[in-house]
C-alpha cells in the first residue's frame, strides 16, 4: 500500500514533464511552461500562480532562477531564510508569522496584477496550500502546483512520512482546462450575445417560456434566469473532491496529465446550447486533448434510456457559461450529451430558428443549440482547481 501511494506521489509531484524530451538531471528540461513556447507565451499574456511545494536542499533556487529568465517581469514570494523546521499539521497555526513576509510580497503582487507570481516558502501543511490557492482563485489567477521534491538531483527530507499527509492533499477538486483572461472574456461576451439574441426573438421565447418556471411578477427575463455565472471558466476533464472519486488517482497519475499539466492549449468552441438548467458552450478535443480526456468515459450517452447511445469519445468536452437558480454546473455536460444523443439518433428538430449565430435547432423541452459559423479559439492552461474555499456552483465539478 505504501509502495503504491510513494509512485503516485513520484507521478503527481513530476506533472509538468514535457513528453518530447527525456528528464534530465537538473529537472527542468520536460516542464512545459519552462520550455515549450507557446505555453510561455500564453503564461506571459495569462496570470498564472505557481506554488513551488520544494522543501529545504530540493534544488527549489534553480526553479526560481529558471522562472526568472524565462519570466523576467515575475516576482518571487519567498522566505528570506528557510525554515529549520517546516510547520505541518498541527503546528501551522500557530507560526503564520513565519509565512507573513511571503504573504505580504503576494499580497503586493496581486494588487499590481503581476502576470507571473512564484510563492516558494517551504511550506508542508495542506491549509497553507488551501489559503495560497484561494488568494489566487479571489483573485482570478490560474494555480498550478509545482514540486521539485523526487526527481532531481538533491537531498531528499529524512521524514517522508510527514511529507505522505501533504502530498495526498494536492490531488485538487478537479483537473480541467482553464480559460486565460481575455479568453473568458471573450466566452463571456459570447453567452451574453447569445441571451440577448434569444431574448429578442419572439419564436424563442414563446416555445423556452413554457419550460421554465418564473414566480416573479415581472415579465420574464432570460439573462435574470440565467444570473448564475460562473467565476472560473474551464473545461472540466476529471471530477476529483480532492482524491476521493473512483479512479482519479489512476488518472493523476496516467502519462498525459503527467506530461502535459501546466501546459497551455487552445481549445475550440464550436456550439452553443440552452436548456431551462443551464447555457453552455460545447467543446471540440482534437487527438492530442483527447489524450487528457478520462478513458473511462470512453462511453457517451445522454438521456435516461436503456439503451445508451453511443457518442465519439469526448462529446461530453463543454464550458459552463451559466446556470438557472439551484441548478449544479455539473448539469450543463449532461445537457449537452442529451442534445447529442438525439441528434446522433436522427431525431429531427421540433423548430428551426435561423440567427445572426447560424441556426438554431431545438430538440424538445426547452433544449436549444446553434453551430456556430466558425469555431471561437480559446487559450487555456491545464492544471487543477485547488482551493476549498466556500465550493459553490461555479465550481462544483463538471
Not at 499590481?112 to 495560497?132: A, G, M
Not at 514540486?147 to 477538486?173: L, V
Not at 464550436?270 to 431551462?276: G, M, N, R
Amino acid at each position: 500500500m505504501r509502495s503504491g501511494i510513494r509512485r503516485l506521489v513520484r507521478n503527481l509531484i513530476t506533472m509538468g514533464s514535457k513528453h518530447s524530451k527525456s528528464r534530465s538531471n537538473g529537472g527542468c528540461d520536460n516542464l512545459p511552461f519552462l520550455n515549450d513556447k507557446y505555453t510561455i507565451q500564453t503564461i506571459k499574456e495569462a496570470h498564472t500562480f505557481f506554488v513551488l511545494s520544494g522543501l529545504s536542499g530540493s534544488a527549489s533556487s534553480t526553479l526560481r532562477a529558471k522562472f526568472s529568465s524565462t519570466y523576467p517581469s515575475s516576482i518571487a514570494c519567498t522566505l528570506a531564510r528557510p525554515l529549520e523546521n517546516a510547520p505541518v499539521a498541527e503546528a501551522a497555526e500557530s507560526v503564520d508569522s513565519w509565512f507573513a513576509p511571503v504573504d505580504e510580497k503576494v499580497q503586493q503582487a496581486l494588487k499590481e496584477v503581476k502576470n507571473v507570481i512564484l510563492v516558494d516558502d517551504d511550506h508542508r501543511h495542506p491549509k497553507r496550500l488551501d489559503h495560497l490557492a484561494s488568494l489566487a482563485r479571489d483573485n482570478d489567477y490560474i494555480v498550478v502546483i509545482v514540486t521539485p521534491w523526487a526527481g532531481w538531483d538533491c537531498q531528499k527530507p529524512a521524514d517522508q512520512s510527514s511529507e505522505q499527509g501533504f502530498w495526498e492533499h494536492i490531488i485538487p477538486y478537479y483537473f480541467g482546462w482553464f480559460l486565460v483572461r481575455k479568453s473568458s472574456h471573450v466566452m463571456r461576451e459570447n453567452a451574453e450575445d447569445f441571451l440577448k439574441l434569444l431574448a429578442n426573438n419572439e419564436e424563442f421565447s414563446k416555445m423556452f417560456r413554457t419550460n421554465v418556471e418564473w414566480h416573479s411578477e415581472k415579465t420574464f427575463d432570460l439573462q435574470e434566469y440565467f444570473q448564475k455565472r460562473p467565476s472560473v471558466l474551464h473545461c472540466t476533464t476529471k471530477f476529483c473532491d480532492f482524491g476521493e472519486v473512483p479512479g482519479c488517482k489512476e488518472y493523476a497519475r496516467s502519462e498525459a496529465v503527467v506530461r502535459d499539466y501546466a501546459k497551455a492549449f487552445t481549445l475550440n468552441v464550436t456550439d452553443l446550447f440552452v436548456t431551462p438548467r443551464t447555457v453552455g458552450a460545447r467543446v471540440r478535443l482534437d487527438k492530442y486533448q483527447d489524450q487528457l480526456w478520462p478513458r473511462d468515459e470512453a462511453h457517451e450517452g445522454g438521456g435516461d434510456s436503456e439503451e445508451k447511445v453511443e457518442l465519439p469519445f469526448g462529446s461530453r468536452a463543454h464550458i459552463t457559461l451559466a446556470c438557472a437558480p439551484g441548478v449544479r454546473s455539473v448539469q450543463t455536460g449532461l445537457d449537452l450529451l442529451e442534445i447529442l444523443k438525439l441528434e446522433e439518433e436522427g431525431t429531427k428538430p421540433e423548430c428551426q430558428i435561423d440567427t445572426e449565430k447560424g441556426l438554431l435547432r431545438c430538440y424538445g423541452v426547452g433544449r436549444w443549440i446553434v453551430k456556430l459559423p466558425e469555431a471561437v479559439e480559446v487559450k487555456t492552461i491545464f492544471s487543477g482547481f485547488y482551493s476549498k474555499k466556500k465550493l459553490t456552483t461555479e465550481s462544483d465539478g463538471n
